[in-house]
């Protein structure tokens, strides 16, 4: 189960990293501190961070088997979940609002999180919760 969740969690942060790189790519970084609704620098990068840290860690824990790390892990992976949820919440917003003016265009710009493609959320965020179940049942000791 521990490989099981360590390829799911390899996956997701392949989604993961194609969406920091769209948000990056269509200004995020920019838009960061303009007023409205959007994805924070220090949210997503934050979540992207701690997630890697934890994936360091399980990688670690596959190859020790130390049952603290998979603990050590399981934490990070809440905590990356909750700025998950808290990111897909503003994405889903801004996808239920009023179309934001074109880029260019006087007024609000086009926050840069909207140029993430549905099929990749939704994937991003069934594999995060998968692993996090299969990281959570390895953790108390299922499988074994």
């Known amino acids: 189960m521990k490989w099981v969740a360590l390829v799911l969690w390899v996956l997701t942060a392949g989604g993961g990293f194609v969406m920091l790189g769209l948000w990056m790519k269509n200004g995020g970084m920019a838009q960061s501190d303009q007023p409205g609704d959007r994805i924070r620098s220090a949210r997503i990068l934050s979540h992207f961070a701690l997630a890697a ?9 596959v190859a020790a ?8 892990a399981l934490a990070l992976l809440a ?24 880029a260019g ?11 993430f493609p ?27």
Request: aromatic share 6%.
């Open 118 to 144: 549905v099929p990749i959320v939704a994937g991003h965020g069934i594999l995060a919760a998968t692993t996090l179940v299969l990281v959570l049942l390895t953790a108390v000791g299922v499988g074994d």
């Open 65 to 72: 088997d130390e049952d603290a790390l998979a603990w050590i």
């Open 53 to 61: 840290i934890g994936l360091v860690v399980w990688i670690v824990y």
């Open 79 to 102: 905590v990356v979940a909750l700025l998950g949820l808290s990111m897909l919440f503003i994405w889903l917003r801004q996808r239920q609002a009023v179309p934001a003016a074109p």
């Open 105 to 115: 265009a006087p007024g609000e710009t086009v926050p840069a999180e909207r140029s």
